[in-house]
């Protein structure tokens, strides 16, 4: 189940597990946290189960926020990862793994919201 805590959202199970990240922005609190190996011979299977209950779940509870789904599928394992796109922050990362975005839409009308409003010379 994800919970939201202090503006953050977190995959609750790893909550539990999870310390030392009090320093952290949002996005690195998220992506740390949000953070699974899965490992065995249908490593691939269960981290897309974990993916589609993520997406189904931030869809139904937060329909106005994007998020990033970050996989990175490695020999032995596949790893994991997931923050809320937050316009005044960078991305967790940009390139090397897949990322699948959810809602991107909303991240676009967050980052219009947050655009500086242009100045008019007064009269």
Not at 66 to 88: A, C, G, M, N, W
Not at 95 to 123: C, F, L, T, W, Y
């Amino acid at each position: 189940m994800l919970i939201e805590i202090q503006d953050c959202i977190y995959d609750e199970i790893q909550l539990k597990k999870s310390h030392g990240f009090d320093g952290l922005d949002k996005i690195g609190k998220e992506s740390f946290v949000n953070h699974i190996h899965f490992e065995g011979s249908d490593n691939r299977g269960t981290a897309q189960s974990k993916i589609n209950e993520w997406k189904e779940e931030m869809l139904k509870k937060w329909p106005n926020k994007s998020f990033r789904i970050y996989r990175d599928e490695q020999e032995s394992e596949t790893i994991l990862r997931f923050h809320e796109v937050r316009p005044e922050l960078p991305n967790w990362c940009d390139s090397g793994v897949e990322i699948m975005e959810i809602n991107p839409d909303k991240a676009s009308e967050r980052n219009a919201e947050h655009a500086p409003q242009a100045q008019h010379p007064s009269s």
